[in-house]
């Protein structure tokens, strides 16, 4: 069974840094893509970076490229993503995912985690 | 970037009855690349429906999904409790990956 779980997520102020961990379990980690999905308070889902299963592939939205760098230590099952110059609009509950396949430019997302949250806040 | 925009933003049904949702994108969706997520308060989306019109592993055959191009569109066919609860159409054709703005299926 495919287990994924998120953690690293707190409170930051803004303009802080945190680092979110995914630990991933019950399949070839290094064959996949995996992804970080946010979900802003009482908002929708945003997609927000993806990297592929060698780790030489990243993409990221818009909204985070320049602040937030996706790595991963296939040796270790562990999916990260580093979160710096942290705004309030940051806020959000942070899933990872992953993908069908490699395929990190075109991710669709099967199965989630539970999701950490982060605050940024004063 | 694709926009997907999913209506109604509400739907109020009762146990048992019809469910259509649409999501209509502002580009073509290469090969289908549609999904469809459900999800329940305090939980982690859940896969529903890839590909446009494939269910997910574990997914009761009340979900289908059919469209093609722009227009999509999620049914169930009788809904059971524990469907009511948000969803969220994806589209993966096309980086970057974008998300409709959900729709909420509620009790009548």
């Known amino acids: 069974e495919v287990q994924l779980l998120e953690s690293g997520g707190g409170l930051a102020q803004p303009g802080g840094s945190l680092r979110l961990s995914c630990a991933a379990s019950?399949?070839?980690?290094?064959?996949?893509?995996m992804s970080w999905v946010r979900q802003a308070p009482g908002k929708g889902l945003e997609w927000v970076s993806s990297v592929s299963g060698s780790g030489g592939g990243t993409y990221y939205a818009d909204s985070v490229k320049g602040r937030f760098t996706v790595s991963r230590d296939n040796p270790k099952n562990t999916l990260y993503l580093q979160m710096n110059s942290l705004r309030a609009e940051d806020t959000a509950v942070y899933y990872c995912?992953?993908?069908?396949?490699?395929?990190?430019?075109?991710?669709?997302?099967?199965?989630w985690g539970q999701g950490t949250l982060v605050t940024v806040s004063s | 970037e694709i926009v997907l925009a999913q209506s109604p933003g509400t739907l109020s049904l009762s146990p048992g009855e019809r469910a259509t949702l649409s999501c209509r994108a502002s580009?073509?969706?290469?090969?289908?690349?549609l999904a469809w997520y459900q999800q329940k308060p305090g939980q982690a989306p859940r896969l529903l429906i890839y590909g446009a019109s494939s269910r997910a592993a574990g997914i009761p055959d009340r979900f289908s999904g059919s469209g093609s191009g722009t227009d999509f569109t999620l049914t169930i066919s009788r809904l059971e409790p524990e469907d009511f609860a948000m969803y969220y159409c994806?589209?993966?054709?096309?980086?970057?990956?974008?998300f409709g703005q959900g729709t909420k299926v509620e009790i009548k």
């Open positions: 019950g399949f070839t980690f290094s064959s996949y893509a």
């Open positions: 995912s992953k993908d069908r396949g490699d395929y990190a430019d075109s991710v669709r997302f099967d199965p």
């Open positions: 580009q073509s969706v290469s090969g289908s690349f």
């Open positions: 994806q589209q993966y054709g096309r980086s970057p990956v974008t």
